[in-house]
């Protein structure tokens, strides 16, 4: 179970930095045209921001079960069953976000 815990950390945390980048970036944009109400970019903002959210939320769940095994090889070469075991709860758990 350590290993899968390590394993979950590493690649949640390059999944919510994405986001954290984003958002960090994007935060000082939204501001700027508030204070200057101007309302009509704001809008095109905020469903630029819902698309690009949106599709890397769909690239990032198809990448975490298609690369749910090279990611645990990193971790567990010539392990056999702890191996299945890990990409098995890789892919419960990245389901389980879905829903």
Do not use: W
Not at 32 to 59: F, M
Not at 88 to 94: D, E, G, H, S
């Amino acid at each position: 179970m350590n290993i899968f815990t390590s394993l979950y950390i590493i690649v949640d945390g390059y999944f919510v930095a994405n986001y954290v980048g984003y958002s960090n970036g994007a935060g000082p944009v939204f501001s700027y045209h508030y204070g200057a109400q101007n309302h009509t970019e704001l809008k095109n903002l905020r469903i630029k921001s819902l698309v690009i959210i949106g599709l890397t939320s769909v690239i990032m769940c198809i990448l975490s079960e298609v690369l749910a095994y090279p990611f645990s090889i990193l971790f567990l070469k010539d392990t056999g069953q702890l191996l299945s075991d890990t990409v098995y709860a890789f892919l419960i758990t990245f389901r389980s976000l879905i829903r």
